[in-house]
C-alpha cells in the first residue's frame, strides 16, 4: 500500500475496496445511497473541467526505476481519497501516459477478485468468530454507517471490520470512489494498456486473516476499538493528507506516530502486511520490465517506505532510482 486502524488494517482496507467499490452491489449501494440526516454524505462529484485538469497538483510517492535502457515506475498509492485528488498531476500523469502496463497489488475489475472477497465465508467459522458481543459492536458500526441490518453479514469478520472502517473514513471526506487505483485503472483500460495483478486475491485474503482464529478475532476487537473511540477515522485521515502532500518524512515515519506497533501482535502483522510481500511485488515489477515493457507499478504508498521498501528492494535488483514526487535531489534521493 496499502491503506489506519493498525498495520494490517491499512492493507485490509485496500481488499474491502474490493467489496465496496469493485462490484459488490448492495454494500455500496446501501453505504452511499442512504439520505437519513446522520448519514455521511455520498461522494462529491469531482471537478473534470479543463481548467481542473490544467490545475491538477501531483500527489503520492514517484520514482523512476532504470534498468536495460528502459524506464518504468514505482507509484505508491492512497486507496481511499477526495474528488479533489482523482485528477493526476503533471508528472504522475506523464509516467503514466509513458508506461506500456499498468501493474496494481490486485486488479479490482476482476470479476474472479471481487468474488473472491464478496464470496460468503463459512458459516461455522462466523459462528466460532462473532461472539454475541462482537455481533452486537459489529452491528452498531454498520447502523451508524447507515448500512441496513445485515447488510455485512456473510462476510468473513475481518471483512466486516474492515468495511465499516472503510466507510467510518467518509466522516474525513474521503471515500473509496476516489481512491488511487479507481483513476489509474480507467486511464490504462481507455487506452488499451494492460493491467496486471502482482498478487492473488485468494493469497492476500488468507495472509490477511492472520495465522489463527483467535488473531482473527482479536484483529476484529482492535478495529472495532478505533471505530468506537473514533480514532479509526482520525488516522485515515492524517495519512490521508500525508500522502495528499507528497510528505515523504511523515509516511517514512509512520510507524512513529500511528500508534499502531505497540505489541509483538501488531509488529508480527506489519512484517506479515508490508515487509513479507514486497520482495514480492518487488519480483513481479521486475519481471515485467524484464520483458520489455515499461511499468507504471502503483502499489500502497506504505510499500514505498523503510529499508525494505520498493524503492530499496529494486536498487537492490539493479535498478537505478530516482525519485520525482516529491522532487529528487542532485543525489537522486527525495527531498525531505
Request: aromatic share 6%; charged share 25%; net charge neutral.
Amino acid at each position: 500500500m496499502s491503506f489506519p486502524l493498525r498495520p494490517w488494517s491499512r492493507a485490509l482496507r485496500a481488499l474491502a475496496f474490493a467489496v465496496l467499490c469493485g462490484g459488490a452491489g448492495p454494500v455500496l449501494a446501501a453505504g452511499e445511497a442512504s439520505t437519513a440526516p446522520a448519514c455521511p454524505p455520498p461522494a462529491p462529484a469531482p471537478d473534470l473541467s479543463p481548467a481542473a485538469v490544467a490545475a491538477a497538483a501531483d500527489h503520492g510517492l514517484l520514482w523512476r526505476i532504470d534498468k536495460d535502457g528502459r524506464s518504468s515506475w514505482l507509484y505508491g498509492t492512497m486507496h481511499l481519497g477526495k474528488a479533489e485528488w482523482v485528477l493526476p498531476g503533471p508528472r504522475v500523469l506523464r509516467a503514466l501516459t509513458r508506461s506500456d502496463t499498468l501493474a496494481l497489488e490486485l486488479d479490482l475489475q476482476d470479476p474472479a477478485t471481487v468474488a473472491v472477497f464478496s464470496e460468503p465465508s463459512d458459516p461455522a467459522l462466523r459462528e466460532r468468530l462473532l461472539t454475541p458481543e462482537r455481533q452486537r459492536r459489529l452491528a452498531r458500526q454498520a447502523a451508524q454507517a447507515c448500512l441496513p441490518e445485515g447488510a455485512l453479514a456473510s462476510l468473513r469478520p475481518i471483512l466486516q471490520a474492515t468495511t465499516l472502517a472503510m466507510l467510518a473514513a467518509r466522516a474525513e471526506g474521503l471515500y473509496g470512489d476516489y481512491g488511487s487505483e479507481v483513476f489509474l485503472s480507467a486511464f490504462a483500460r481507455a487506452r488499451g494498456k494492460p493491467v496486471v495483478a502482482l498478487e492473488s486475491a485468494a493469497a492476500q485474503l488468507k495472509m490477511l486473516a492472520g495465522d489463527s482464529e483467535a488473531e482473527e478475532g482479536e484483529q476484529v476487537d482492535q478495529a472495532l476499538d478505533e471505530l468506537e473511540s473514533g480514532r479509526a477515522a482520525v488516522l485515515a485521515g492524517e495519512l490521508a493528507d500525508a500522502w495528499a502532500r507528497s510528505d515523504w518524512p511523515r509516511l517514512d515515519g509512520y510507524t512513529r506516530w500511528c500508534d499502531c506497533v505497540r505489541t509483538p501482535a501488531e509488529r508480527r502483522a506489519l512484517r506479515r502486511l508490508l515487509d513479507e510481500r514486497n520482495p514480492g511485488l518487488a519480483d513481479g515489477i521486475a519481471r515485467l520490465h524484464a520483458s520489455g515493457q515499461r511499468v507504471f507499478g502503483a502499489v500502497g504508498a506504505l510499500h514505498m517506505v523503510g529499508p525494505q521498501g520498493l524503492p530499496a528492494l529494486m536498487a537492490a535488483r539493479g535498478f537505478r532510482v530516482t525519485a520525482v514526487v516529491p522532487a529528487a535531489t542532485p543525489d537522486g534521493a527525495a527531498r525531505r
